[in-house]
């Protein structure tokens, strides 16, 4: 089986988890417990977290980043190709395209989680009691790092956008226990892609942040 994949009945919709599995073998060097997740989660998804916790799709809040943006970027050109597609929604056309003829990408809608003990140096910045849940669109290794990316037309109107992939990486980061050193963030449209290396944020205020 070269794609596996498993349909997430989670808050918010339906989800299909889907992965690589030759490239995951090619890709992951180095970064075992990675693979080990990806498979874990065919198994082993804590369903229940998804079902009422708050979403991290769903975070209101701007953290700073040093992000740049870059015109024409490769996932940008990758989207562009998926949309072109006859069926399905936007979100399904990029991530079929992307991973089915993308060499970098490994998997899409990935579940994670994170627990409030979690958070470390971030703990207070939201006010939450269950653990925060999400979905990470696209998974791509790129020299030798994990890529957290996430599809959003009209990304150029983004504003929450990197904080919540920030937060996708920091909880991939925590379930695989691989540093935070070896992500990188972005969020893309067919034209435009942001880009950003994740770093945590020491100083903040509590904010309720989720709607």
């Known amino acids: 089986m070269v794609i596996k994949q498993l349909h997430l009945k989670h808050k918010g919709g339906f989800y299909l988890y889907r992965v690589h599995q030759p490239k995951v073998q090619k890709l992951v060097n180095g970064y075992s417990t990675l693979q ?4 874990k989660m065919f198994s082993e998804c804590p369903h229940f977290y998804f079902q009422y916790g708050p979403r991290g799709s769903a975070l209101k809040l701007k953290l700073d980043f040093d992000i740049k943006a870059i ?3 490769e ?7 998926g949309l072109d597609e006859e069926l399905g929604s936007a979100h399904m056309k990029v991530q079929k395209f992307m991973l089915e003829k ?3 990408t490994i998997a899409v809608e990935i579940p994670l989680w ?3 003990s979690e958070l470390g140096p971030l703990d207070g ?7 925060v849940t999400g979905h990470i669109d696209v998974l791509r290794i790129e020299d030798g790092k994990i890529w957290v990316w996430d599809y959003k037309p009209g990304a150029r109107k983004e504003v929450y956008a990197s904080t919540q992939v920030f937060f996708y990486a920091l909880m991939l980061s925590q379930r695989t226990g691989i540093s935070l050193d070896n992500f990188r963030c972005g969020y893309f449209d067919r034209e435009v892609a ?3 290396k994740p770093t945590i944020i020491q100083k903040h205020s509590p904010i309720q942040s989720f709607v």
Request: hydrophobic content about 40%.
């Open 114 to 116: 994170m627990e409030p």
């Open 71 to 73: 015109n024409g970027h």
């Open 125 to 131: 910045i939201f006010q939450a009691k269950d653990p």
């Open 194 to 196: 942001f880009v950003f």
């Open 36 to 39: 080990n997740y990806l498979d």
């Open 75 to 81: 996932v940008s050109s990758l989207a562009g190709f």
């Open 102 to 104: 993308d060499d970098k």
